[in-house]
């Protein structure tokens, strides 16, 4: 990959690499992941197009927001980013979190995205099971203990613990984030994405499934969905070459 650059928007400082040339690619990492984690990827397209992959805010070397946000917040930054380095137009490639900003971005402002590929893709809502509910119950009066001194507190962590997937244990001063993010429903925007889009699955994707990709694919106006085989929510990291080859197809 390439050298590590920085580029302040909205008074935070954000990491990006950008190699190559032609026209841009943009590489949107998702939840908890960094723009390295594009690197087989990166590599791979910055010899034909102009490559950037980001460290989106909170994560990797960039800074984190100032307070919760959503993909539409992300997205916004984005957009700025567009602006500051003269990118008119570009394709996008989001994986999971990182699709959810593209959805956004390609539905809310079209004129900036060529094509778009979504990747293992978050922003669907399924219909949850009665343990999920029964755990967000439990978080709630967690939220509430936590308010009744140190005891309280350590009540609250203890639940929290229990409760929290691995990624909200992890999630530090993201946790905001993170769940004013999980229940942002994206579907409403998918009829209005006007790019052309690849979806790509892998087949044994357990945190987004497939049916996540079936929606979109039936949902956005042009879509194609294509599964990796054995491949799972990191489908571009389980299956490189395979996952190369279908974006280098459709870019083509």
Known sequence: MGRVKFIEIEKLKIAYQVEGTGTPVILLHGWG?????FSYVFDRFSDTHQIYALDLPGF??????PDA?????????????????????????????????????AAEQPEKVDKLILVDSAGIILPRPMTYHFKISLAKIGRLIRKCGALGKRL??????????????????????????????LRPLLPKIQATTLLIWGENDIDTPISSGKIMQDEIPNAELVILKGAGHFSFLDKPKEFCQSVETFLA
Do not use: C
């Not at 990797?60 to 927001?65: A, R, T, V």
């Not at 999630?171 to 984030?177: C, D, H, I, N, W």
């Open 60 to 65: 990797g070397l960039s800074e984190i927001p």
């Open 69 to 105: 946000w959503d993909a539409s917040d992300y997205a916004r930054i984005i957009s700025i980013f567009f602006e500051k380095l003269n990118i008119d137009k570009a394709h996008l490639i989001g994986h999971s979190y990182g699709g959810r900003i593209s959805i956004v971005l």
């Open 156 to 185: 609250a962590d203890n639940i929290a613990n229990r409760v929290g997937s691995s990624d909200y244990k992890k999630a530090g001063l993201m946790r905001a984030t993170m769940v004013k993010s999980v229940n942002q429903n």
């Open 33 to 37: 992941a960094e723009a390295n984690t």
